[in-house]
Structure formats: C-alpha cells, structure tokens
C-alpha cells in the first residue's frame, strides 16, 4: 500500500495547526507531527483506502499526544521544574485580540480544546472528529457544546477565573 506523497504534503498545515493546539510549542508540535508522519509510514499497512487519510492522521497524532502526554507526566513525577514565562503581548490591537482568545482556549478542559479545534478550526465533521480521538460521537458532540458555553461564559466574564484542572 503506498500513499501519495503529495496528499501528505497537502495535510501538513492542518496537522500542524492540530499539534501546536496540543503541544501549545512551536518545536513540540514540530516534533510530534514528524512523530506522526513516522508512525503513519511504519503503520501504512494498516491504513484501509476506503478511510479518509486526514482523519487517519488525525488520530495517529492525537495518540502519539496522549502516548507523550503520559510519558512526560511520569517523567516529571520524578523532577521538578519551574514553568517558563508567559510570552508578552503585542501592543497592536490585533495581536491583543488573538492573546485573549488563545487564553480563553486555554481555559477549557484538554478534552474541550481537542474537540474544537478539529471541529471549528480543522473543519471535520463530527463523525469525523470522533473517529479521529476515539470517542463516541456524542460524547463529541457534549464536548463540544460545554466547550462553546465556556467560551461564552469566558468572554462574556461570566466564567470567572477558573482554570481545568491539569
């Protein structure tokens, strides 16, 4: 089974919308969509030509997120660290816009954030979604709709200061 490389090609930016929302680092994202791409060659026999590839490494991203996830949560059990300082914002209102609503994203659970962004920013549908990180659709679609009211809630100071917890 071969895969074009030119439809990969075509995926790149969208996977690397997807991991950088994960990674939330430009190099991390970096390295988790080479990740990803290494993973989908190793694996391409058992990608099925009927399923839609985007979703295929959409799901093979996300896995290697959760897989990272979890190695770096018992890594850091055994060290401490200190959390980088928060980047500065543009003076220009544009920029300013964006930090805020980068901050409200950040406010809603990882669950949230995961199913929004390939809904709302990488546009597949929710079936689509769902099969991409393994849940039933409608727990999708209940994510989904608690991620919207949040950010509602969020922009309109409803929501107060409270962070998910991590």
């Not at 490389?5 to 988790?32: K, Q």
């Not at 839609?52 to 850091?76: P, Q």
């Amino acid at each position: 089974m071969s895969i074009p490389p030119s439809r990969i090609v075509e995926l790149l930016p969208a996977l690397m919308r997807y991991a950088r929302r994960l990674a939330r680092d430009e190099s991390d994202a970096e390295d988790l969509v080479q990740e990803t791409l290494t993973s989908a060659y190793a694996h391409v026999g058992q990608y099925q030509p009927g399923r839609s590839l985007r979703v295929w490494l959409f799901a093979i991203l996300h896995n290697s997120f959760i897989s990272r996830t979890r190695h770096d949560a018992v890594r850091e059990r055994h060290r401490t660290g200190t959390a980088p300082a928060a980047a500065e914002a543009s003076p220009q209102e544009h920029s300013v816009r964006l930090r805020e609503i980068a901050e409200a994203l950040d406010r809603l659970s990882p669950e949230q954030q995961q199913v929004l962004h390939l809904v709302a920013v990488e546009g597949l549908s929710y079936q689509e979604a769902a099969d991409a990180i393994g849940i039933p659709i409608g727990t999708l679609i209940s994510r989904l709709s608690r991620a919207r009211a949040r950010l509602r809630a969020i922009e309109s100071g409803e929501a107060g200061d409270s962070r998910p917890p991590v």
